[in-house]
């Protein structure tokens, strides 16, 4: 199929079919079912595949720039998500508690730390923020990590 076409046809599926595309093409699900992201994502892979990647100059170039940058040597300077020093809520999980949780066939580790939850060297003031960042979707972060069990409805 034409390369046109066939970007064309990614941005009329409907998102299962999209979803799956993108699994097809970089072997993981995506992290967002966000339409407009996917479809540009399997746009850019498909063109990659077929018309060749980044020249050698560019992708040596690349590799000079990313040596160039400074990145942060600090657990606080690697915060992203505003943990501040913070008082636990009651109910919190103490401070070096380490919550596990399988997904999507990958091991989490999140463990609690002053000012809030370090997951993969980032520090995230709230559970819900972690598994935010875990699933790239809305989750409550208790739950998410099974602190508590989901109400039932009657």
């Known amino acids: 199929m034409e390369i046109a076409k066939e970007i064309e046809a990614l941005r009329e599926m409907p ?6 595309r993108y699994e097809e093409l ?9 339409r407009e992201h996917m479809w540009k994502r399997c746009a850019w892979k498909i063109q990659e595949e077929r018309l060749g990647g980044l020249s050698r100059a ?3 170039r690349l590799e000079e720039l990313i040596s160039e940058i400074d990145l942060p040597a600090t657990e606080a300077q690697r915060t992203t ?5 913070r008082p636990l809520k009651p109910g919190d999980p103490p ?3 380490v919550l596990t949780r399988s997904w999507h066939g990958k091991e989490i580790q999140v463990r609690v730390v002053e000012g809030g939850y370090e997951c993969e060297g980032v520090v995230h003031k709230t559970l819900t923020a972690a598994a935010l960042a875990i699933t790239g979707s809305h989750w409550n972060g208790r739950l998410f990590f ?4 989901r109400r039932r409805t009657r």
């Open 15 to 20: 998102i299962p079919d999209l979803v799956t």
């Open 58 to 60: 560019a992708k040596d």
């Open 95 to 97: 401070v070096g508690t």
């Open 146 to 149: 099974g602190l508590v069990e």
């Open 26 to 34: 970089y072997g993981r699900p995506p992290r967002s079912k966000n």
């Open 81 to 85: 998500t505003g943990a501040l020093k």
